[in-house]
T-cell receptor, first 114, second 115 residues
Framework: GAGVSQSPSNKVTEKGKDVELRCDPISGHTALYWYRQSLGQGLEFLIYFQGNSAPDKSGLPSDRFSAERTGGSVSTLTIQRTQQEDSAVYLC????????????FGPGTRLTVT | AQKVTQAQTEISVVEKEDVTLDCVYETRDTTYYLFWYKQPPSGELVFLIRRNSFDEQNEISGRYSWNFQKSTSSFNFTITASQVVDSAVYFCALRNLSGYSTLTFGKGTMLLVSP
């Protein structure tokens, strides 16, 4: 079946602009996660959704970052007033439920802020 | 707080060599899950294995094997008779069952297998 998809695959933006990154989880997966992979920083957790609610936003690095999920499916990560340090690969993952199930990752969106 | 350490940043081997990737973790929870993911050059993280903290049996899947030792908080991954296609970054990750069960990743080990 279809895996997790993300769009765009690559995004180049100028410093100060807003960007939106999209994630389509695997159908039927109720849990959705956003991670950021920066050079030398490994993978950092950003936010977790269970259904449409985000009980854990502890990883969002600043108030310029926000995310929403609608219909228990598609999620959008928005970064406002982008900075160069926001350049990274943003990965989305989904799982059947939050507790015991493995997370399946999408291919990521490579964001470059110039 | 939980932490995953992959001390090996990069490993280079020649095809057919065996290679072990180390993973050491820290957690205060008694119940947790450990994972290994592979990230090939294409970038997509591929799930390899999940182990729970109650099951210390080693596991073998083809050329892959995993050694979980609770006493040393380690979950090492061995590739036997490595192949060029094994070249990738490998991540070890930990998830507690308390809280919201997000994954804590190590920084990854880049494995380069040359012909």
């Amino acid at each position: 079946g279809a895996g997790v998809s993300q769009s765009p695959s690559n995004k180049v933006t100028e410093k100060g602009k807003d960007v939106e990154l999209r994630c389509d989880p695997i159908s039927g997966h109720t849990a959705l996660y956003w991670y950021r992979q920066s050079l030398g920083q490994g993978l950092e957790f950003l936010i977790y959704f269970q259904g449409n609610s985000a009980p854990d936003k502890s990883g969002l690095p600043s108030d310029r970052f926000s995310a929403e999920r609608t219909g228990g499916s598609v999620s959008t990560l928005t970064i406002q007033r982008t900075q160069q340090e926001d350049s990274a690969v943003y990965l989305c993952a989904s799982s059947l439920a939050r507790q015991t199930y493995e997370q399946y990752f999408g291919p990521g969106t490579r964001l470059t802020v110039t | 707080a939980q932490k995953v350490t992959q001390a090996q940043t990069e490993i280079s081997v020649v095809e057919k060599e065996d290679v072990t990737l180390d993973c050491v973790y820290e957690t205060r929870d008694t119940t947790y899950y450990l994972f290994w993911y592979k990230q090939p050059p294409s970038g997509e993280l591929v799930f390899l294995i999940r182990r729970n903290s109650f099951d210390e049996q080693n596991e073998i899947s083809g050329r892959y094997s995993w050694n979980f030792q609770k006493s040393t908080s380690s979950f090492n991954f061995t590739i036997t008779a490595s192949q060029v296609v094994d070249s990738a970054v490998y991540f070890c990750a930990l998830r507690n069952l308390s809280g919201y069960s997000t994954l804590t990743f190590g920084k990854g080990t880049m494995l380069l297998v040359s012909p």
